[in-house]
Every structure is written in C-alpha cells, then in structure tokens.
C-alpha cells in the first residue's frame, strides 16, 4: 500500500507533525494494514456530524484501552478544507495515529478523481494490495461500527502477523524443545520392555527345557 504514496510525505497528527517520506517510513506504516482515505472538510454539516463517530470507530478499533493490541488498520485524511487552518484545528480533535496529506498537496485531488469521490464525507476502503474494498464505507461505518473491520478483514484476506498469543508460542516453544526428549524417553522405554519380555520368555524356555524327559 505504500506504493500509493510513493514519492509523496505524510504527516503524523502528533505533536510533532513528523513528515514520513522515505519508503522505509511509509511502509512501515502502511504495509499489511487496511487503509481508510476519509475525504472531508471541516466546515462540512454532513462531515462534522459523520467525523466523531469515525473518530469512536477507529479508537475502538486501534486503542489499547478497548482492544488488546491495535487492528491492523489505518487512515490518512485526504483534507478538503479551504484553509490550512481548518485543516489542522479539525486534526488536533482526531487521534494521533492518523495520518494527513500535507494542504498544500495536489494529490488529493488526484486520489479524489481516481476514487470517484464526488462528495464529502467519504470513506474509502483499500486492501494492503491496493484492490478497492469499498467506495464509500459511512452508511456501513454508521450502521455496524468497529464490526466492519472483520468483514474487511477477510476481504483483504488480511495476514494477521500476531495470530499466535504470547502464551500459545511459548507453549508450542516448550512443546518443540520437549518432544524429542520425549520421543527419546518413550523409544528406550519400549526397547526396555521388548528386552525384558524376551529376557523374561527365554528364562521361562530355558526352564521348560531342563524338565524335558
């Protein structure tokens, strides 16, 4: 997915409004992640009402504080607005894990045509390959809230990199460095027995015979 932004530079809604523009940055922020292009403005009716529950929907989705580790999803705001301004005041309300295109960038224009974004607001979905999961996902986003992430998850057919638990992987860990041991133990246990029974029936032959007439 950092293909898209090839060339071009993202800003991080932090604080610092740390510029990522180097493939290594982009990738790491993109790659493997389900990618929500949300086109609005803030002096948009339709928009002010729409961004709070988009803002509920992605902190539910990615916030340690309602999930156990964040979905792999993220989302760069494809502004709108008039006004650098604007812009930026309408950011410092939306979590710091999104991402923004800088104002004065005319990409957004072009994304705006390729996506057939013809009003605000706009949510478009993208797979980590780039294939268009859906067009506009507000009406689904208001509908079913943070549910949606699972369908488009297996739409993306998305690989989960943290799949296996801590505590399962450290079992199957234990497991592998046991088993040979156990193979061990189990196979020289068994030889043992097979010794013994064939110790044992050669004694009782060898009893048998001496009373033989």
Same mark, same amino acid.
């Given at each position: 997915m950092a293909a898209l932004f090839a060339g071009r530079v993202l800003v991080a809604n932090n604080g610092a409004r740390d510029e990522l523009d180097t493939e290594r940055e982009l990738a790491r922020c993109l790659d493997n992640k389900v990618l929500?292009?949300?086109?609005?403005?803030?002096?948009?009716?339709r928009c002010r009402a729409f961004s709070p529950l988009l803002r509920d929907f992605y902190v539910r989705l990615t916030d340690e504080f309602y999930v156990e580790r964040a979905s792999q999803l993220v989302l760069v705001y494809v502004s709108r +607005?008039?006004?650098e301004e604007k812009q930026s005041r309408f950011l410092k309300s939306m979590p710091k894990r999104w991402?923004?295109?800088?104002?004065?960038d005319d990409f957004k224009r072009e994304l705006a045509e390729r996506f057939a974004v013809a009003a $605000?607001?706009? $949510?478009?979905v993208l797979a980590p390959d780039g294939r268009l999961i859906a067009a506009n996902a507000v009406e689904e986003i208001r509908r079913a809230g943070p549910a949606c992430f699972k369908n488009w998850q297996e739409a993306a057919?998305? $690989? /989960?990199?943290?799949?296996?638990?801590?505590? /399962?992987? +450290?079992? $199957?860990?234990r497991r592998s460095l046991t088993d040979p041991v156990r193979r061990l133990k189990y196979k020289l246990g068994k030889k043992t027995r097979d010794e013994e029974e064939e110790e044992g029936g050669s004694a009782a032959t060898g009893s048998g015979g001496h009373g033989l007439p």
């Amino acid at each position: 997915m950092a293909a898209l932004f090839a060339g071009r530079v993202l800003v991080a809604n932090n604080g610092a409004r740390d510029e990522l523009d180097t493939e290594r940055e982009l990738a790491r922020c993109l790659d493997n992640k389900v990618l929500l292009l949300y086109f609005a403005a803030a002096a948009c009716p339709r928009c002010r009402a729409f961004s709070p529950l988009l803002r509920d929907f992605y902190v539910r989705l990615t916030d340690e504080f309602y999930v156990e580790r964040a979905s792999q999803l993220v989302l760069v705001y494809v502004s709108r +607005d008039d006004t650098e301004e604007k812009q930026s005041r309408f950011l410092k309300s939306m979590p710091k894990r999104w991402l923004s295109l800088p104002f004065e960038d005319d990409f957004k224009r072009e994304l705006a045509e390729r996506f057939a974004v013809a009003a $605000v607001p706009a $949510v478009v979905v993208l797979a980590p390959d780039g294939r268009l999961i859906a067009a506009n996902a507000v009406e689904e986003i208001r509908r079913a809230g943070p549910a949606c992430f699972k369908n488009w998850q297996e739409a993306a057919a998305l $690989v /989960d990199r943290n799949f296996l638990a801590a505590e /399962d992987f +450290d079992e $199957v860990a234990r497991r592998s460095l046991t088993d040979p041991v156990r193979r061990l133990k189990y196979k020289l246990g068994k030889k043992t027995r097979d010794e013994e029974e064939e110790e044992g029936g050669s004694a009782a032959t060898g009893s048998g015979g001496h009373g033989l007439p």
